[in-house]
T-cell receptor, first 112, second 114 residues
């Protein structure tokens, strides 16, 4: 079992729709959870992070965390073609230092 | 404010050679991380520095890899001797604090070992 699992996709949604991206993690000691966006050939850029159960909203993005189910999700409202990218879920745990484990990513296509 | 910079952007070396990658974090960021992405795989954590001290180096693949951060500013990652499976993109990231804080990624160094 991978430490952080994501559906590789591609996930295709029409412009204006809600895109829902999901992620599960295996280590219950995980403390904080991140969503990154990565365009082809570029480095990851942080969308948002969450560390408490529940929802966290930032503009068109909502992150949801359920620690009991070891599940993190990202909702993108009013999806735009510019949102087309690979979305990486990452989990951070304290090991004496801070170790971040990435999922393989979900490719999202937003059709105009 | 300058972002995280990495040098070189690309490196092509032969198996058995040595390569040194450099990362300059954002000024004032005590936390520095190295990651690697092998083609088709997820980004893998290599290690975490706080200033010049290694906090977690559990992701370093083997003793052919050596990371240093003398003086707590820039960091280097040396691969000696390089093997074919070391090919990939090496990312560096920095953050102001550890834990749930934003890590700013550099553009990466694409390493090809032939």
């Amino acid at each position: 079992q991978k430490e952080v699992e994501q559906n590789s996709g591609p996930l295709s949604v029409p412009e204006g729709a809600i895109a829902s991206l999901n992620c599960t993690y295996s280590d219950r000691g995980s403390q904080s959870f991140f969503w990154y966006r990565q365009y082809s050939g570029k480095s990851p850029e942080l969308i948002m992070f969450i560390y408490s159960n529940g929802d966290k909203e930032d503009g068109r993005f909502t992150a949801q965390l359920n620690k009991a189910s070891q599940y993190v999700s990202l909702l993108i409202r009013d999806s735009q073609p510019s949102d087309s990218a690979t979305y990486l879920c990452a989990v951070n745990m304290y090991t004496g230092g801070f170790k971040t484990i990435f999922g393989a990513g979900t490719r999202l296509f937003v059709k105009a | 404010e300058a972002g995280v910079t990495q040098f070189p952007s690309h490196s092509v070396i032969e198996k058995g050679q040595t390569v040194t990658l450099r990362c300059d974090p954002i000024s004032g960021h005590d936390n520095l991380y190295w990651y690697r992405r092998v083609m088709g795989k997820e980004i893998k954590f290599l290690l975490h520095f706080v200033k010049e001290s290694k906090q977690d180096e559990s992701g370093m693949p083997n003793n052919r890899f050596l990371a240093e951060r003398t003086g707590g500013t820039y960091s280097t990652l040396k691969v000696q001797p390089a093997e074919l499976e070391d090919s990939g993109v090496y990312f560096c990231a920095s953050s102001l604090t550890g834990g749930p804080s934003e890590q700013y990624f550099g553009p990466g160094t694409r390493l090809t070992v032939t």
